[in-house]
């Protein structure tokens, strides 16, 4: 996982990833997380993505 821009980028075969409480700033047009290759990814009780569930992703932007 690592910060880049005002978002966080998870890639690279990433699995079963909880974020929870997550306080974000973020810029208009720009997504909280981008998801590259991640498998069972979720966010709870967080700002600006307050709940999200992915199974798999090959690329998705929250």
């Known amino acids: 996982m690592t910060a880049a821009g005002t ?3 998870i890639d690279c ?3 079963d ?3 929870h409480h997550c ?8 997504p909280a997380f981008v998801l590259d290759g991640v498998d ?3 966010v709870s009780d967080g700002r600006p ?7 798999h992703a ?3 932007e929250l």
């Open 49 to 55: 993505v307050p709940e999200a569930r992915v199974g």
């Open 17 to 19: 990833a909880d974020v």
């Open 13 to 15: 075969c990433m699995a």
């Open 40 to 42: 069972d990814f979720r």
């Open 23 to 30: 306080r974000a700033d973020t810029v208009a047009g720009t």
């Open 7 to 9: 978002g966080i980028n």
């Open 58 to 60: 090959d690329h998705q």
